[in-house]
């Protein structure tokens, strides 16, 4: 019987190749490999292959399809990934025509968010539903549209950008863009947004325990401002939930969703964010699409990136 998946992450440091077995309607990882990205983008495809092949060396089983994320740029269609930023040299790479021709199997490609969204609709916390907004905020802020029971990713791709979208008139730069969705609501909009609230209580003689000295200043991440109990700590993440319902109240007005799944800092900080993200809301989008909406963590948790690919796989499959 065909049903074996095979998912292919490709990132900026990282590499994954995970194995899966669908059993009715949901998947089991059996094996993954994970690697150091390789410098050249032939390398990295080469070697990706060849974990491929040994994980299937030890399966009395076929290949059914394989499913690719990647961050965009991309081409999902013609299955190109284009330059992104985080891949140096990764210009116009035919990586669904490269892993078809060596498997012989249905291969497809699409960005982390895309993929994201379909591993929570067909496993995780969208199960079921026909209208899923899938948020990352982790390192950027992403989202992955299912509309109408279908991945919806645009004319070139570009839905779901997010993060580009601008808040407000000046604040942390995400997206290279100040005061974005993504300059608040994301691992390094939180950095930058602890930095300059850090520098002004330095400047007036009130470190934050997160930040006691100004040399401190450089060491300050997202993760050491959440493990903080400082007030300063919890001012910052007060605006990230301001600004999170913001960004949710406009997506809720203009898609209409029955669910909003959001990971990563989200999954980890929930208590944090709640209360204040859900005022917002209340007061900023219309109250009828509010009601019918769930806003929920990850139900895949820390582990939707691993099945993100194999969400690929098996869409189109």
């Known amino acids: 019987m065909n049903d074996l998946l095979a998912g292919i992450d490709i990132g900026g440091t990282k590499c994954a190749v995970s194995l899966g077995q669908m059993d009715t309607d949901q998947v089991t990882i059996l094996e993954k490999r994970r690697f150091s990205t390789p410098s050249t983008p ?12 040994s994980l299937l060396a030890g399966q009395d089983r076929s290949l059914r399809a394989i499913g690719i994320s990647c961050g965009g740029p991309l081409d999902s269609k013609r299955g190109l990934i284009l330059s992104p930023p985080n891949l140096l ?14 498997f012989g199997v249905a291969t497809a490609l699409q960005n982390d968010a895309n993929a994201g969204a379909l591993a929570e609709w067909l496993w995780g916390a969208g199960k079921g539903c026909q209208n899923v907004i899938f948020l990352t905020f982790g390192t950027g802020m992403g989202a992955g ?26 604040g942390p730069v995400g997206y290279g863009k100040a005061g974005s ?8 909009g939180i950095q930058r947004l602890a930095v300059a609230k850090a520098r ?7 470190p934050p325990s997160f930040c006691p000295t100004e040399a401190d200043l450089s060491q300050i991440t997202a993760e050491r401002v959440a493990q903080s109990s400082d007030p300063l700590a919890d001012e910052i993440f007060d605006i990230v939930a301001q600004r999170l319902g913001q ?17 990563s800092i989200y999954l980890r900080q929930q208590a944090r964010l709640e209360a204040t993200m859900r005022a917002v809301l209340e007061r900023e989008a219309l109250s009828r699409a509010v009601d019918v909406c769930e806003i929920l963590p990850a139900g895949l948790g820390e582990s939707v990136g691993d099945y993100a690919a194999l969400a690929v796989a098996c869409y189109q499959s």
Not at 89 to 102: M, R
Not at 148 to 154: E, K
Not at 247 to 263: F, H, K, S, T, V
């Open 200 to 206: 002004l209580a330095l400047d007036a003689g009130h």
């Open 181 to 188: 969705f993504e300059g608040f609501c994301s691992g390094g």
């Open 42 to 53: 032939q390398a990295a495809l080469d070697e990706l292959i060849e974990a491929l092949e």
């Open 247 to 263: 960004g949710l109240a406009l997506l809720i007005d203009i898609l209409n969703p029955e669910r909003i799944i959001i990971g």
């Open 145 to 170: 549209l299912i509309l109408n029971g279908q991945l919806y990713s645009g004319t070139n791709d570009l839905a779901g950008e997010v993060g580009h979208a601008r808040l407000a008139e000046d």
């Open 89 to 102: 040299g990764w210009d116009t790479i035919p990586v669904v025509e490269t892993f078809h021709k060596h």
